[in-house]
């Protein structure tokens, strides 16, 4: 249940005919898509959108502005879409001579709690509305189709793609910066009753999952108990022998009597990275407002880039998502430093 749903509660007898989604226990993350969709009319009408002659004016140039107001319009049209701070919209058009058609691309962009696929769909259909208000002076007989979500970014579910393919151009657009293929990583857990069988691990296993499923190589894999000695002789041991360029341990970095990660981290950091801890205990307060107590970190050792999580399967799949899309391109610019593995 997130922060919101917790602050007023109904009646378990009250029912509720259309829930509006609760995104209160989301974090703010950069959202994009892109939607299209199509006009279809007659060769004169065509002829006359492409040299802006028709009886109403350049109807491109209205239709563009049209889809961005549309756009932002999106949640006083739909009743439980929630109101966006929209960044950016961008309205494109695309002439084909073949068909006598136009298609229309809105492009939409916000750092939200929620997606911007409905903003952008919007942004179509206005568009293409306003095209279609412009041009049946000279073609009534005007067919509108093909809307489609093409492409979205951001949040939990991370980017999609259509499955029936996108243009290259956008493809490129949406390529990733830095990828994690072949990126060699380790994976060390801190817990006691993990190690000693009480339980299996989930937490690095979470972890090992993610990275695999990436094309990132775990090169190491290990479960400890909680003490100091046992952390440092790991450590070094997964540096000195697997040089990884990314170690993620989970465990052992609350403020309890057990909890030694950080003091450890201390001793064996060559170049402490205070911003990384920061950087995780604000993102992480959008998941419990008691993230202030974690004491998340890391730094680099020998060049390896060690990442101190907590040990909690949950912490660690929302430490996942802050860290997913950031990691591979600070792993680049480490190297670039001169810390090449």
């Given at each position: 249940?997130?922060?919101?749903?917790?602050?007023?509660?109904?009646?378990?007898?009250?029912?509720?005919?259309?829930?509006?989604?609760?995104?209160?226990?989301?974090?703010?993350?950069?959202?994009?898509?892109?939607?299209?969709?199509?006009?279809?009319?007659?060769?004169?009408?065509?002829?006359?959108?492409?040299?802006?002659?028709?009886?109403?004016?350049?109807?491109?140039?209205?239709?563009?502005?049209?889809?961005?107001?549309?756009?932002?319009?999106?949640?006083?049209?739909?009743?439980?879409?929630?109101?966006?701070?929209?960044?950016?919209?961008?309205?494109?058009?695309?002439?084909?001579?073949?068909?006598?058609?136009?298609?229309?691309?809105?492009?939409?962009?916000?750092?939200?709690?929620?997606?911007?696929?409905?903003?952008?769909?919007?942004?179509?259909?206005?568009?293409?509305?306003?095209?279609?208000?412009?041009?049946?002076?000279?073609?009534?007989?005007?067919?509108?189709?093909?809307?489609?979500?093409?492409?979205?970014?951001?949040?939990?579910?991370?980017?999609?793609?259509?499955?029936?393919?996108?243009?290259?151009?956008?493809?490129?657009?949406?390529?990733?910066?830095?990828?994690?293929?072949?990126?060699?990583?380790?994976?060390?857990?801190?817990?006691?009753?993990?190690?000693?069988?009480?339980?299996?691990?989930?937490?690095?296993?979470?972890?090992?999952?993610?990275?695999?499923s990436l094309g990132a190589d775990v090169v190491a894999y290990q479960v400890i108990p909680d003490e100091p000695a046992e952390i440092e002789k790991a450590l070094k041991s997964?540096?000195?022998?697997?040089?990884?360029?990314?170690?993620?341990?989970?465990?052992?970095?609350?403020?309890?009597?057990?909890?030694?990660?950080?003091?450890?981290?201390?001793?064996?950091?060559?170049?402490?990275?205070?911003?990384?801890?920061?950087?995780?205990?604000?993102?992480?307060?959008?998941?419990?407002?008691?993230?202030?107590?974690?004491?998340?970190?890391?730094?680099?050792?020998?060049?390896?880039?060690?990442?101190?999580?907590?040990?909690?399967?949950?912490?660690?799949?929302?430490?996942?998502?802050?860290?997913?899309?950031?990691?591979?391109?600070?792993?680049?610019?480490?190297?670039?430093?001169?810390?090449?593995?």
């Amino acid at each position: 249940m997130s922060k919101a749903s917790q602050v007023v509660g109904f009646p378990a007898s009250s029912e509720q005919i259309f829930k509006m989604a609760d995104v209160g226990g989301k974090r703010l993350t950069k959202r994009r898509a892109v939607a299209s969709g199509a006009l279809y009319m007659n060769a004169a009408a065509f002829s006359a959108v492409k040299s802006k002659t028709l009886p109403k004016g350049d109807a491109l140039a209205m239709a563009e502005v049209a889809g961005m107001m549309g756009a932002k319009k999106t949640a006083e049209i739909l009743p439980l879409c929630h109101p966006l701070p929209l960044d950016y919209v961008g309205i494109n058009f695309s002439l084909e001579a073949k068909n006598n058609s136009v298609t229309v691309y809105c492009h939409a962009a916000a750092e939200a709690r929620t997606g911007v696929e409905m903003e952008a769909l919007t942004g179509v259909q206005a568009a293409l509305l306003c095209l279609w208000d412009l041009v049946k002076p000279v073609d009534p007989a005007l067919k509108m189709g093909d809307t489609q979500l093409l492409v979205k970014e951001g949040g939990k579910s991370g980017l999609w793609t259509n499955p029936s393919g996108i243009p290259a151009w956008l493809e490129e657009q949406f390529k990733p910066a830095a990828s994690w293929k072949n990126i060699s990583c380790a994976v060390l857990v801190m817990s006691d009753r993990a190690s000693s069988g009480v339980y299996d691990d989930t937490s690095g296993a979470i972890l090992k999952k993610h990275l695999t499923s990436l094309g990132a190589d775990v090169v190491a894999y290990q479960v400890i108990p909680d003490e100091p000695a046992e952390i440092e002789k790991a450590l070094k041991s997964i540096v000195q022998q697997h040089a990884p360029r990314l170690v993620l341990a989970s465990g052992g970095t609350g403020p309890g009597p057990r909890d030694v990660t950080p003091a450890v981290l201390s001793r064996l950091l060559d170049c402490p990275l205070e911003g990384l801890g920061e950087m995780l205990r604000h993102e992480s307060a959008a998941f419990t407002n008691t993230a202030w107590l974690s004491r998340m970190g890391g730094g680099l050792m020998q060049g390896s880039l060690v990442i101190a999580l907590p040990g909690s399967p949950k912490a660690v799949e929302e430490c996942w998502q802050i860290l997913e899309s950031c990691l591979p391109k600070a792993l680049m610019m480490i190297e670039k430093q001169g810390h090449k593995r």
